[in-house]
């Protein structure tokens, strides 16, 4: 670590990375973002992020980088690219890594760090990062954020032990809080992502699929049963593998849902724009899990069909 502050890389500058690596970058820590179709907007323009509850953030000057390899190395490395990314974006990541670096996958799905893990060094960190926000990417260099921004850490593997973990983990809160961001550890990673998924698994892919937004699913009583159902086979799934989700989860995330501004989940941008979709990450991950542990997810297997068949033809 360097005398000061950490210096923190951000892998895949997209509506996460660019949000959390400007509200860090904007608390004075020394933030790298790596880019690629974005460069050289960012490069002329900057990176603007235009917050609901905080405002216009506008960072005019922005150490990017089109190439890894001009990168300085990093002591924080936040992964904010999708899950589709992470075995190509793996080389980048070791390269830009300082010695005993903490890597982070601010990402969404199931066995996210199990994946990731034999593709870096064993000296390297790996946590996983909730991030529980409304935002996406609106324009190159720009992120539009509606609402939230949370963020749980949790330590998944490396050469760090027993307390050691719990270290790095309340340095990397500790980090994000100077950044002016509600943040804590997770008891659990696991568990923590499961919960995530409670949430994620139905409202993802109900928007591809029916090309709709959170409000629309939640004013019709069909989408809502059919939202629920789904919540409460992937309740059921972590319960079985051994995570006691709290009592009434679903019901909760119904209520917060109706609560929250209409928003369009990130699978929905990634359809719409052409990009592949995180399928295995939020259904095959999860329905591999369910078929190991003889729960079946009728509705949760049936939504990812429909979703492998949408993507087929749109790669056709």
């Given at each position: 670590m360097h005398e000061?502050?950490?210096?923190?890389?951000?892998?895949?500058?997209?509506?996460?990375?660019?949000?959390y690596g400007a509200m860090l970058a904007q608390a004075g820590f020394d933030v790298h973002f790596l880019l690629r179709s974005e460069f050289e907007a960012v490069r002329e323009h900057g990176l603007r992020v235009n917050s609901v509850p905080r405002g216009v953030l506008h960072l005019r000057k922005v150490q990017a980088y089109r190439?890894?390899?001009?990168?300085?190395?990093?002591?924080?490395?936040?992964?904010?690219?999708?899950?589709?990314?992470?075995?190509?974006?793996?080389?980048?990541?070791?390269?830009?890594?300082?010695?005993?670096?903490?890597?982070?996958?601010?990402?969404?799905?199931?066995?996210?760090?199990?994946?990731?893990?034999?593709?870096?060094?064993?000296?390297?960190?790996?946590?996983?990062?909730?991030?529980?926000?409304?935002v996406h990417?609106?324009?190159?260099?720009?992120?539009?954020?509606?609402?939230?921004?949370?963020?749980?850490?949790?330590?998944?593997?490396?050469?760090?032990?027993?307390?050691?973990?719990?270290?790095?983990?309340?340095?990397?809160?500790?980090?994000?809080?100077?950044?002016?961001?509600?943040?804590?550890?997770?008891?659990?990673?696991?568990?923590?992502?499961?919960?995530?998924?409670?949430?994620?698994?139905?409202?993802?892919?109900?928007?591809?699929?029916?090309?709709?937004?959170?409000?629309?699913?939640m004013d019709n009583p069909d989408s809502v049963a059919l939202v629920e159902s789904i919540m409460r086979e992937v309740v059921s799934v972590a319960r079985a593998a051994g995570h006691a989700l709290p009592e009434g989860l679903a019901e909760k995330m119904l209520k917060t849902t109706r609560h929250m501004p209409d928003y369009l989940p990130?699978?929905?941008?990634?359809?719409?724009?052409?990009?592949?979709?995180?399928?295995?990450?939020?259904?095959?991950a999860p329905l591999a899990a369910a078929a190991r542990l003889g729960v079946e997810m009728p509705r949760t297997e049936a939504l990812f069909r429909a979703l492998r068949f949408i993507a087929a033809r749109q790669s056709a």
């Open positions: 000061s502050r950490p210096r923190i890389g951000i892998m895949g500058t997209g509506a996460i990375g660019g949000f190439d890894v390899a001009d990168m300085p190395p990093c002591d924080w490395l936040l992964v904010g690219a999708k899950t589709t990314s992470n075995p190509s974006l793996a080389p980048a990541i070791v390269q830009a890594a300082a010695a005993g670096a903490k890597v982070v996958l601010l990402q969404n799905g199931i066995a996210v760090e199990d994946a990731m893990r034999p593709l870096l060094p064993d000296t390297l960190h790996l946590l996983g990062g909730l991030c529980f926000i409304c990417r609106e324009a190159p260099g720009v992120v539009e954020h509606q609402s939230q921004g949370a963020i749980s850490l949790g330590y998944h593997s490396g050469p760090a032990l027993g307390p050691d973990r719990q270290a790095l983990i309340d340095e990397g809160v500790a980090m994000f809080r100077e950044a002016g961001l509600d943040s804590h550890a997770a008891a659990s990673l696991e568990q923590a992502r499961w919960q995530k998924l409670v949430w994620n698994a139905p409202y993802n892919g109900l928007a591809v699929l029916l090309q709709a937004d959170t409000r629309a699913l990130s699978m929905y941008h990634d359809h719409a724009q052409g990009r592949p979709m995180e399928l295995e990450a939020i259904y095959a």
